[in-house]
């Protein structure tokens, strides 16, 4: 299976995939409401929360992928809005409903998620600037100043792999 079959395999059942998405963090919630415990309902925050980082893993995976082969224009004209949005969708709710059951520093997934986004934060920067920088940068930004700056990134991205890590 290529990259491009699981998106349009995707694509294909997005019904079905509409409602799980949907559905999950309010039946986690209620799962949780049902089964309370102070090592139950960490798990079950952390399995939503997993399904949400890895949905949201996969909406920057798609746009990546789209935006390097046809750019943005590609992404507009041919992109399903309801697979684009879900994926926020379902973080914020998982986030939200999370919050109202537990503080967040008890759910051992969020550690993870906080790490996740200041990686990709720092690697889409990266990737940016990359694909933007020529030569005349040079001539309005000091070489001494780009490269602090380039530092900070990477040290956004270390402070979010050590956040997973440790």
């Known amino acids: 299976m290529t990259i491009e079959a699981l998106y349009v395999q995707l694509a294909d059942l997005r019904i079905p995939i509409a409602?799980?998405?949907?559905?999950?963090?309010?039946?986690?919630?209620?799962?949780?409401?049902?089964?309370?415990g102070k090592?139950?309902?960490?798990?079950?925050?952390?399995?939503?929360?997993?399904?949400?980082?890895?949905g949201f893993l996969l909406l920057i995976g798609y746009l990546s992928y789209a935006?390097?082969?046809?750019?943005?224009?590609?992404?507009?004209?041919?992109?399903?809005?309801?697979?684009?949005?879900?994926?926020?969708?379902?973080?914020?709710?998982?986030?939200?409903?999370?919050r109202r059951r537990l503080p967040l520093h008890l759910i051992p997934a969020f550690r993870t998620f906080q790490g996740l986004i200041m990686m990709a934060a720092a690697f889409l920067f990266l990737s940016w600037l990359g694909a933007r920088i020529r030569i005349i940068f040079f001539s309005f930004v000091p070489f001494s100043t780009f490269l602090v700056?380039?530092?900070?990134?990477?040290?956004?991205?270390?402070?979010?792999?050590?956040?997973?890590?440790?």
């Open 39 to 54: 090592t139950e309902e960490p798990l079950l925050l952390s399995i939503n929360l997993g399904l949400a980082i890895a």
């Open 19 to 36: 409602v799980l998405v949907f559905a999950a963090p309010w039946i986690t919630y209620l799962l949780c409401v049902a089964i309370p």
């Open 67 to 98: 935006v390097n082969i046809g750019g943005w224009r590609l992404v507009v004209t041919t992109a399903d809005l309801l697979l684009l949005v879900l994926p926020l969708y379902h973080m914020l709710v998982s986030l939200w409903l999370s």
């Open 149 to 166: 700056l380039l530092a900070i990134v990477v040290g956004i991205g270390y402070a979010g792999y050590r956040k997973i890590t440790d």
